[in-house]
Nanobody
Framework: VQLQASGGGLVQTGGSLRLSCVASGMFFESYNMGWFRHQPGKEREFVATIGRSAAVTAYADSMKGRFTVSRDNAKNTVYLQMNSLKPEDTAVYYC?????????????????????WGQGTQVTVSS
C-alpha cells in the first residue's frame, strides 16, 4: 500500500491550496480516508475525514467552513481543498487510510484508527 500526497507549498494568508493523495496497492473504495497535520512541538492533529462513498465527512472545528475533503474513487484519490488559510495552518499534512472493519466503519478522527499513511506534504502560510 502506498499513499502519495502532493500539492503543498507556500501561500499567503487568505490563500488557497488543494492537496491530493493518490493511493495504490489497495482497494481504495474499501477505505475511509483522513487528513491529519503535524506542527513542530505539537501532537498530530485531525483535519478531516471522508467515508468510503463520500457520503460522510467530518472536520476539526477550526477547519469547518474553510477546508473541504472529497474523493474520486475512480482515480484512487482523496483531496483536501484549503481556503482562507492562516499562518497557524502551517504544518506537514498527511493523508491516511482506515481499513473497513465492519459492514460500516465510522470514519475516524483519531490517528490510531488509521492503517496506512502517506509521506506528508508541507504547507506554509506566510503572514
Amino acid at each position: 500500500v502506498q499513499l502519495q500526497a502532493s500539492g503543498g507549498g507556500l501561500v499567503q494568508t487568505g490563500g488557497s491550496l488543494r492537496l491530493s493523495c493518490v493511493a495504490s496497492g489497495m482497494f481504495f473504495e474499501s477505505y475511509n480516508m483522513g487528513w491529519f497535520r503535524h506542527q513542530p512541538g505539537k501532537e498530530r492533529e485531525f483535519v478531516a475525514t471522508i467515508g468510503r462513498s463520500a457520503a460522510v465527512t467530518a472536520y476539526a472545528d477550526s477547519m469547518k467552513g474553510r477546508f473541504t475533503v472529497s474523493r474520486d474513487n475512480a482515480k484512487n484519490t482523496v483531496y483536501l481543498q484549503m481556503n482562507s488559510l492562516k499562518p497557524e495552518d502551517t504544518a506537514v499534512y498527511y493523508c491516511a487510510a482506515q481499513r473497513r472493519r465492519a459492514i460500516y466503519t465510522v470514519p475516524a478522527k483519531s490517528w490510531v484508527e488509521y492503517d496506512y499513511w502517506g509521506q506528508g506534504t508541507q504547507v506554509t502560510v506566510s503572514s
